[in-house]
């Protein structure tokens, strides 16, 4: 297999975790976002992340229908370690918490703070690049607060985000707040209950290759890849 993908992209990051908790072996191609190359634009049409190229050379195209093609293809090999739940409520409420970190978040904050602290400093200035826009980003590190108090509340309430056990709905709320942790964007200290959570989801094998992501130019904050912060 093979994932195009950017080290910022939420998005990728949570189906790299999909992959590494399932022990996919694929091949890791790096894509700006804001890049419209032809052969990437006949892969995706829509010119968005992530794009999974699978074995037989099917492009298959966003976190939804990646995340079943998984699951459908490894998941359901997996038992135990399945990542989504067997009964169809439980994976409603899976598949809900999924939107709501890998769109909701993103559209909400993530995607904005990506774009004004990261990419902005690579784009050239005809595909938007330039100075942050900083009304921009205070609006989005509001609506950060005000998600992590929802996070901070499933973390609280349950054992895992969607119910008893790991499900990909942590996989998916994870990657969205690693990719914010990086950026040194997460108020921990108002946020006990989801740190905690945020520890146990971090220290997984799966999540090394995470941790291990350096961008040019932005530095992770200092305890990104402290596993006991």
């Known amino acids: 297999m093979q994932l195009y993908h950017h080290p910022m992209s939420a ?66 090999m997996m038992r135990e370690r399945r990542l989504m739940p067997d009964y169809p409520l439980d994976r409603a409420e899976v598949r809900r918490l999924i939107d709501w970190f890998c769109v909701r978040l993103d559209q909400d904050a993530t995607k904005t703070l990506v774009r004004e602290r990261v990419f902005k400093l690579d784009m050239p200035r005809t ?33 895992c985000l969607s119910g008893k056990s790991l499900t990909a709905a942590d996989i998916a709320a994870a990657a969205s707040i690693s990719v914010l942790d990086y950026m040194g964007e997460v108020p921990w200290a108002d946020s006990p209950q989801a740190a905690e959570w ?18 040019r130019a932005l530095t992770p904050v200092s305890h990104y890849a402290d596993l006991d912060f």
Not at 47 to 56: A, D, F, N, Y
Not at 128 to 155: E, T
Request: charged share 25%; net charge positive; with cysteine.
């Open 198 to 215: 945020y520890q146990r989801v971090k220290s997984r094998p799966a999540f090394r290759p995470i941790l291990e992501d350096r961008i």
């Open 127 to 159: 595909n938007g690049g330039g100075a942050p826009d900083s009304a921009a980003m205070r609006a989005a590190r509001g609506n950060v607060k005000q998600h992590m108090r929802y996070l901070n509340w499933l973390a609280g309430s349950r054992n």
């Open 11 to 76: 998005n990728s990051r949570f189906i790299r975790l999909l992959l590494g908790e399932y022990g996919v072996e694929y091949d890791l191609i790096h894509q700006n976002p804001w890049d419209r190359e032809a052969e990437f634009m006949k892969l995706n049409p829509a010119g968005t992340l992530p794009v999974l190229v699978s074995e037989s050379g099917a492009a298959i195209c966003g976190i939804y229908a990646i995340c079943e093609y998984i699951d459908e293809t490894r998941g359901t």
